[in-house]
């Protein structure tokens, strides 16, 4: 195995600042903003603590930017969170943590579940028959790992690309909820008479741009829980730390790193409020809570079906985005891993180059794998449940439902709050380990931000572990399966190239 203090070999520095906040913002924003919001006001209980709780997940995410900034300026490879892990806790973690990564929560939490968001979306605009998600999900992973094989250069581009329409696009959701607040439209035209019965239809009646509103009145089963609320916030600003994975390949690393990942997060969180706050403004605090498509219901507002139309477009750019930039920077965690495991050297890449087409193609693979699992849950239900049978085991999963992405995520969010635990505790180790290193960022008002990091992370380990398991789903053994497949091929030999032999 390689020491793990040797250094990914050098790569050449070709990606911006401009290129790295594109990443991190393309990546976060996904496309949570329009899938949790409804959801997190609702179990915070009024509009002022829907907003505070959005307010706490940015600061908390600002904290870890900052505890990340230092651990990649200072070890400045493309393996990141593998590289901190592996120099803090030794090499099987690392390890464990890289086919966690490859195995569930990169491709299955992550890649799986906004290609299914993007299908969604999709199939609205032009389906294309009973299977039109999974034909969508599918080429869209497919479309993008294509994109990302060519080169460098292409990958970057699109990245930008969408990137850039997703912030224009929500900048502009922003400003039109907060114009509609603030101006209603005194002279409602029949098309925009049609877009109020709907804001009507999902609770915003008589006052369809009231800033807060009381819970009276929200569906029965209601339920007020700070714990869900922030788990789902947390999920929505996800992603911030993938800088970390480039830090090898950035111009003026020592700076830009930092920048990226601070700046990044700043971004969004900015975008963030402003847009809830417009959602909050337009439809108002029970029409929010009611809605199941809230961007589409407030731009139905001023426009009608095609502002549903034009939403729906942004909400697929959104997902694309945070696919291809999953991709982008996970073929770099698993080529560095590669190069030191020799079970899964077919993931490294040539050292003078970034690109691994082995790596990139096998997050495809897995993001494939877990959408048929999903799509074939009825069958492997009932394998499952019989083979728990003939072991004495009472198990007994709903084979009345078809698959459920959204399980799927649940039940993946443990395995990544438990690393991301991890990887915020070696922040410590390795300032105690190895105090003479050049850490050209340190953490301000050390060590109390990082103990709110840490704190925070064991928090959302121990509230998701909890949700995952009163779901019960059938998913939840799979992911254990899975993750349980890591263990032999852990205990494997491993690469016997060391820094002395180069």
């Not at 034909?135 to 869209?140: D, F, N, R």
Request: hydrophobic letters at 50%; glycine letters at 8%; charged letters at 10%.
């Amino acid at each position: 195995m390689t020491d793990p203090s040797c250094p990914t070999p050098e790569q050449p520095r070709r990606l911006s600042l401009w290129d790295s906040v594109c990443l991190i913002v393309g990546i976060i924003i996904g496309a949570s903003i329009y899938e949790t919001s409804p959801s997190i006001f609702r179990s915070s209980g009024s509009a002022q603590m829907g907003m505070i709780a959005w307010v706490l997940g940015g600061v908390v995410s600002l904290i870890g930017a900052l505890c990340y900034a230092e651990l990649a300026s200072a070890y400045r490879t493309s393996g990141g969170d593998y590289t901190f892990l592996t120099k803090a806790y030794g090499s099987r973690v690392g390890f464990i943590f890289a086919w966690a990564e490859l195995a569930v929560i990169r491709t299955g939490g992550s890649i799986a579940f906004m290609a299914y968001v993007f299908a969604r979306y999709a199939t609205e605009f032009y389906p294309l028959g009973p299977n039109s998600k999974v034909i969508y999900a599918l080429g869209g992973i497919l479309s993008l790992t294509l994109v990302n094989s060519i080169g460098m250069r292409p990958g970057r581009i699109v990245q930008n690309l969408l990137t850039v329409a997703n912030v224009l696009g929500l900048a502009g959701v922003a400003l039109i909820g907060l114009v509609w607040w603030i101006w209603p439209s005194s002279e409602i035209s029949h098309q925009q008479q049609a877009a109020i019965d709907i804001a009507s239809a999902v609770g915003a009646a008589g006052q369809p741009y009231a800033a807060v509103t009381q819970t009276a009145g929200l569906p029965a089963g209601f339920e007020l829980s700070f714990a869900l609320t922030m788990v789902l916030v947390f999920y929505a600003y996800g992603g911030w730390n993938e800088a970390a994975f480039i830090a090898s390949e950035v111009e003026n690393p020592k700076q830009n790193v930092r920048r990226a990942l601070i700046g990044g997060t700043m971004l969004v969180t900015v975008i963030y409020l402003g847009v809830n706050l417009a959602y909050v403004g337009a439809l108002g605090y029970q029409g929010v809570c009611k809605s199941e498509a809230i961007a589409a219901d407030m731009f139905a507002l001023p426009f009608g079906n095609v502002g549903r139309k034009a939403i729906s477009a942004l909400v697929m750019f959104s997902a694309l985005g945070s696919v291809h930039g999953l991709l982008f920077t996970g073929m770099r965690l698993y080529s560095t891993f590669g190069r030191e495991h020799r079970v899964f050297a077919w993931l490294a890449s040539k050292e003078e180059e970034p690109h691994s087409h082995g790596a990139l193609f096998a997050q495809a693979s897995f993001s494939i794998l877990l959408i048929a699992l999903v799509e074939l849950a009825v069958h492997w239900r009932q394998l499952l449940s019989e083979a728990a049978a003939m072991a004495g085991v009472n198990f007994v999963p709903d084979m009345q439902q078809s698959g459920d992405i959204y399980k799927l995520v649940a039940c993946t969010a443990p395995v990544f709050w438990v690393f991301f635990l991890l990887t915020g505790c070696s922040l410590f180790m390795l300032r105690f380990r190895e105090p003479n290193i050049e850490r050209p960022f340190r953490v301000p008002l050390y060590p109390f931000l990082p103990l709110i990091f840490v704190f925070s992370c064991a928090f959302m380990l121990l509230r998701s572990s909890l949700y995952a398991i009163e779901q019960e789903p059938a998913e939840a053994v799979v992911v254990a399966g899975l993750m349980l497949v890591g263990i032999p091929l852990c205990l494997l030999p491993a690469t016997s190239k060391s820094c002395s032999d180069e």
